[in-house]
């Protein structure tokens, strides 16, 4: 049995003075841990102006507490408000008193994995970070496995990644959530040719800048490590190497444009002599 804790939230009634008008204050018992923190979040987004002694105060705190608690696997809580009178110097007190009830359990973590993420290792690492069977259901657990995934697609390149089907099926009846995610990420894409039309710098020069040959794999990190080193040399005031996705969809080979604006020359007042040479763009 979780030890019970009060949740005071004196800052829903001091915002603003029809807050303070309200004179009510709420508290909420029953709960402790990951689920207090949760439902704190959630009564966070309760304004000020919805503070009040009546029915609509109630079942916006009703609604919060249930969004609180189902992120995390409870989704037939029992609450029971009680409005008790104020003290001799005090606020009448609104205490909603929350039994979380039976969690739903995961019951199945079914992930299909197509195109190249199938046999790539990262992808195939995040399959062991799914939730053990049997384990108490956190929504939070399932959006960040879909975030992981697209971010292994945008960091190595797979750029026509799409779920399938992307699914948290909850059986309240059997207490049981079930993950049905079916992600291709399609073929991953190579780095193509760099250019830098335009650019009074030698190409030569430019190009033995490039961390990665054309054919390569792309990576994020190496088109970053690019715009890094092109930043350096101060040849530049701004430079950017960006992708051009548009003439890569069919061959997947990825074309990169740079986009820089020049340093700009030296100009010196008549008389003070012949500007040098600075070697910039």
Not at 52 to 70: C, H, M, N, Q, S
Not at 200 to 225: C, H, M, T, V, W
Request: glycine share 8%; proline share 6%.
């Amino acid at each position: 049995m979780p030890h019970i804790r009060q949740l005071c939230w004196v800052s829903l009634l001091c915002l603003s003075s029809s807050a303070v008008a309200a004179n009510v204050r709420l508290k909420v018992e029953g709960l402790s841990g990951e689920l207090e923190k949760n439902v704190r979040a959630q009564l966070s987004t309760i304004q000020s102006d919805e503070v009040t002694p009546d029915r609509r105060f109630r079942a916006r705190v009703d609604d919060a507490i249930r969004e609180g608690l189902k992120a995390l696997g409870y989704y037939e809580p029992t609450i029971k408000f009680d409005l008790l009178p104020p003290p001799a110097k005090g606020r009448q007190v609104l205490i909603a008193r929350v039994t979380p009830g039976q969690p739903v359990l995961i019951g199945g973590t079914e992930v299909i994995l197509r195109g190249g993420a199938r046999t790539d290792k990262d992808y195939l690492a995040l399959l062991k970070t799914r939730p053990a069977i049997g384990t108490v259901l956190n929504q939070g657990d399932y959006d960040n496995f879909k975030k992981s995934l697209t971010s292994v697609s945008l960091r190595k390149g797979y750029f026509d990644s799409e779920f399938v089907k992307s699914q948290l099926g909850i059986a309240l009846g059997r207490h049981q959530a079930f993950w049905d995610i079916d992600y291709d990420s399609g073929e991953r894409y190579r780095f193509g040719p760099v250019t830098f039309e335009g650019s009074q710098i030698r190409d030569e020069y430019l190009q033995n800048l490039l961390p990665f040959k054309e054919g390569d794999e792309y990576e994020s990190k190496d088109l970053a490590e690019l715009n890094r080193r092109l930043s350096a040399t101060g040849w530049f005031n701004s430079v950017v190497v960006a992708p051009e996705f548009e003439k890569s969809r069919k061959t997947k080979i990825l074309p990169l444009k740079g986009v820089y604006r020049r340093e700009p020359k030296i100009r010196l007042k008549p008389g003070w002599g012949t500007p040098p040479t600075s070697g910039r763009a």
